[in-house]
């Protein structure tokens, strides 16, 4: 992997240890729908009451179904493929403009030292993970 794309992919896991991301991959549905399905067949056999248990039995089988699909969102980075890990390098470096670094601590000094710059390539980490991965997001509280 080049040095640059390798600078970006390392600032891309600064920036999500720093914002505490995790994410999941396409597993998140699963929880989603055993909570739907779960408050909706609790809804026809029960009514309003059976929809409230059948929602919170769908949430703890949703909860227990999607256990341990999140991962921190620089393990995901690292997972990438070098195709991936160039599209994303491709849009951090159009964020990062004609700015110019000799290694990663500068470069990441330079980023967590602007918070607009900072911000603006969370905002694009985050939205690629989304759409190249469809990849559902959350913070760490």
Known sequence: MPPRVDDIMKLC????????????VKQSGKGAVAAGGLAFAGGLLGGPLGIAVGGAVGGLLGCWLTSGQFKPLPQVIMELTPD????????IVAILGSITWTDVA???????GN???QQQVTATLLSYIHREL??????VD
């Open 134 to 139: 469809q990849a559902e997001v959350h913070y």
């Open 13 to 24: 896991c600064e920036v999500s240890t720093n914002q505490q991301v995790k994410a999941t």
């Open 115 to 117: 918070a607009s710059l």
């Open 106 to 112: 500068q470069l990441t000094a330079l980023v967590m």
């Open 84 to 91: 991936q890990q160039r599209r994303l390098y491709e849009d």
